[in-house]
């Protein structure tokens, strides 16, 4: 009981404070609540979004280099300029424009027009991919205007924004455009660009801090880890020399396209991939009005009739068939059917009893009797598993993308007739890459075994991938790889060319899809091809040549054998290789 | 003496054991909020002094991260600018500064056949020319034998 008026004042007082407390100890409880759901039960994004802070680190991509190491694809940078006009007094402006004119080489009417009458609020870009002479100008004038005792003219870069994009840069130029690839300002890519793109890009770093969570993790350092640099098996000299050398027989003979390949026989590594026409992949603003096929791979893209080219292949497949010996004649009456197709020599060299006809001078003289006499004699079954063991029909696989795998009817689909068979004896309906041919011809080269042809030789990144050759499979025996290498040979000896070069032996074969004006063939549908290898006796590079479309020459002696001519030349002198007799004493 | 008891107040001498007992609980409460609050001062101090010095190296990190990055482009530039200067164009405008042209062809008698050749030179140097013009070279562990082997005061 309270007694007295002093008593009672003062339990209204600890009445109050108890009150007080109560309710400040339920704001505490409700702030110790709301810390204790922040810090242990808040979703980690919320969370985050609140208290951490990232900065992303970019990755460099990786550079491509030939198989010297000269660069022919490799990451720049370039900058953006901009200006908040609204951030700059007339004073700065004015302070500024001179320098500016320098270093933007503007003129000083159009630099003071863009930054002053445009609208205030927005940013003005004062340029986009600038060198990076133009950003360390910049800087410079930065550092020179911090020194400036004048307090306005200190913050006058502050207005500027200087952002950096990485651009790939081409040092060689056209060089190999088709095979590098290109990345479009979309993103889009080709070429190896589109197919090593996982280990070219690398992987962008992170640094990333959160503040004021107990328990979750406090933030991290992820480090940059750059894109590979992918080494080629292409050689740089073999290939400007190969482009530059097609692209005079592309215009030569006004043809609509051509490709080169060279490919060592040994392990399937190709040393030169050549388009011609070409673009270059570093100045986007000349492809307008480019044809869009400039920018295909044809060697692996485009596939055609082999033609005569198939006639070896066919010579070899019998071989190793045993349907034939390299020292079997027959009789060549000059006209055969097949099926319901007849078969005539080019020369329509008819005669009642028969022309003997070896098997080398079935080669030498390109005779389509005698080819397509020894397919129907192999018969579908046995022709056709060898030409598929050759590589026909099927993909080489090659690391590059968008690879064609050409045309083979085979027994048992709806348009195949007997007449196909003696047709695809003589390369006709049926199509292959050059690439495809290129790959067969370097399996007779090397002595029967087909290699799988490969670009990259190896993957410089964090781990090291070398491409080691891969054989996919034994097609012929070594003695007829070399029975085929000698008639070719002496085809190339017995030409009207003669011998490529004094003391080299190289084996070869030319090709032509129609005549203009006789065969009644559509434009387009000409083709010109030369395919060879060598030095003999321990052959070792196939040459292959293809022009499409030629119009003024068109024959594969007068169009594409004088380029292989002139590349097996250079490549003799470039490789050093030793004469066909020097390898015959060694 | 005797206290007259009469004329004291009515106070007690000695406080009660149960008042002691208030002060000292008092007492020490008061040290416990002291403590705590110096606790709790500590912590804020730590935290604080912490998280200054994390920001601290957090800035500097970030400063450092961008000056790499800004390296790094001037790496990538001056790549790029080696690798032009060594391309074939330049290497081919450099040739034909110093009067190099390129062959109209490529069917020119090969080095090898100059080197290997099925043609004997004409004129052959005389071996012992051959021997003048590209002396012997002694290795290490020769000369470190001519040395032994050697006549005394040679």
């Known amino acids: 009981m309270y007694t007295t008026n002093g008593e009672i004042a003062e339990s209204n007082q600890k009445r109050r404070i108890s009150w007080l407390l109560i309710v400040m100890g339920v704001a505490g409880l409700y702030v110790a609540g709301h810390l204790v759901v922040w810090q242990i039960f808040a979703p980690a994004g919320k969370l985050s979004a609140l208290a951490s802070t990232s900065a992303e680190l970019p990755a460099v991509r990786g550079t491509i280099v030939d198989r010297g190491g000269h660069a022919l694809v490799l990451s720049d940078v370039r900058y953006e300029v901009s200006v908040t006009p609204r951030l700059l007094a007339t004073a700065q402006i004015d302070r500024l424009i001179p320098e500016l004119v320098r270093i933007f080489n503007k003129s000083e009417a159009e630099l003071k027009q863009v930054i002053t009458s445009t609208n205030q609020a927005a940013y003005v870009e004062l340029g986009r991919d600038l060198d990076p002479q133009v950003k360390a100008d910049l800087d410079e004038l930065e550092s020179r205007l911090l020194a400036d005792p004048t307090p306005s003219a200190r913050f006058g870069l502050d207005a500027f924004a200087i952002v950096p994009s990485p651009v790939r840069v081409y040092p060689e130029g056209s060089l190999a455009a088709q095979v590098l690839g290109l990345i479009t300002k979309d993103g889009d890519k080709t070429g190896l660009e589109l197919r090593y793109d996982a280990v070219m890009s690398g992987r962008a770093g992170q640094r990333s801090s959160k503040t004021g969570s107990l328990l979750g993790q406090g933030g991290g350092y992820i480090p940059v880890e750059d894109g590979a640099t992918l080494v080629l098996t292409i050689d740089r000299n073999l290939q400007a020399e190969a482009e530059r050398l097609l692209a005079v027989a592309v215009e030569a003979s006004k043809a609509k396209r051509g490709t080169v390949i060279i490919l060592d026989a040994s392990s399937g590594a190709l040393l030169t991939l050549a388009n011609a026409p070409s673009y270059d992949p570093g100045a986007w603003k000349t492809w307008s009005g480019l044809d869009p096929s400039v920018f295909n791979n044809m060697a692996v893209s485009s596939p055609f009739e082999p033609r005569a080219t198939q006639m070896p292949l066919t010579l070899a497949a019998a071989l190793e068939a045993n349907v034939i010996t390299a020292g079997m004649t027959y009789?060549?009456?000059?006209?055969?059917m097949v099926g319901n197709q007849r078969f005539v020599n080019w020369d329509e060299n008819r005669t009642a009893n028969g022309t003997v006809t070896s098997i080398t001078d079935t080669v030498v003289t390109s005779r389509i009797y005698g080819t397509a006499y020894i397919g129907s004699l192999m018969g579908p079954a046995c022709f056709y598993e060898m030409i598929r063991r050759m590589g026909f029909g099927e993909p080489t696989g090659i690391d590059l993308p968008a690879e064609q795998t050409g045309e083979m009817p085979l027994p048992g689909a709806e348009n195949w007739s007997l007449a196909f068979l003696g047709m695809n004896a003589i390369g006709r309906s049926l199509t292959v890459t050059p690439l495809q041919l290129a790959s067969a011809y370097g399996m007779l080269a090397n002595g029967g075994e087909l290699m799988r042809p490969y670009i990259?030789?190896?993957?410089?990144?964090?781990?090291?991938?070398?491409t080691e050759p891969f054989k996919v499979r034994r097609v012929i025996t070594p003695e007829h790889a070399a029975t085929i290498s000698n008639m070719l040979a002496e085809a190339v000896e017995k030409s009207e060319a003669g011998p490529v070069l004094p003391g080299y032996r190289f084996a070869g074969f030319s090709s032509l899809t129609g005549i203009p004006g006789t065969d009644n063939l559509p434009r387009g549908w000409l083709t010109s091809a030369y395919v060879g290898y060598g030095p003999l006796p321990n052959e070792r590079y196939v040459i292959l040549v293809w022009i499409d479309d030629p119009q003024e020459?068109?024959?594969?002696?007068?169009v594409a054998q004088p380029v292989f001519r002139e590349l097996a030349a250079y490549l003799v002198n470039y490789m050093a290789l030793a004469s066909s007799a020097a390898e015959v004493s060694q | 003496m005797s206290i007259d008891r009469s004329q004291v107040p009515m106070m007690p001498m000695v406080q009660p054991a149960t008042t002691q007992m208030a002060d000292r609980l008092e007492y020490r409460r008061l040290m416990c909020m002291l403590l705590t609050l110096v606790a709790a001062a500590l912590a804020g101090w730590l935290y604080l002094r912490q998280a200054s010095t994390a920001a601290a190296y957090w800035y500097e990190i970030g400063r450092l991260e961008a000056r790499k990055i800004e390296l790094r482009n001037n790496i990538q530039h001056l790549r790029s600018l080696s690798a032009k200067s060594v391309s074939l164009s330049e290497l081919e405008r450099t040739a034909g500064e110093l009067g190099y042209t390129r062959p109209t062809t490529n069917t020119l008698p090969s080095r090898n056949e100059l080197v290997i050749g099925d043609q004997p030179s004409a004129t052959p140097a005389p071996v012992e020319q051959a021997e003048a013009v590209q002396p012997?070279?002694?290795?290490?562990?020769?000369?470190?034998?001519?040395?032994l082997n050697a006549e005394p005061g040679t």
Do not use: M, N, P
């Open chain 1, 331 to 336: 009789q060549d009456f000059g006209s055969l």
């Open chain 1, 456 to 466: 990259v030789a190896e993957q410089r990144g964090a781990e090291t991938v070398v």
């Open chain 1, 553 to 558: 020459v068109y024959f594969g002696k007068d």
């Open chain 2, 136 to 147: 012997q070279r002694k290795g290490l562990w020769q000369r470190f034998k001519a040395w």
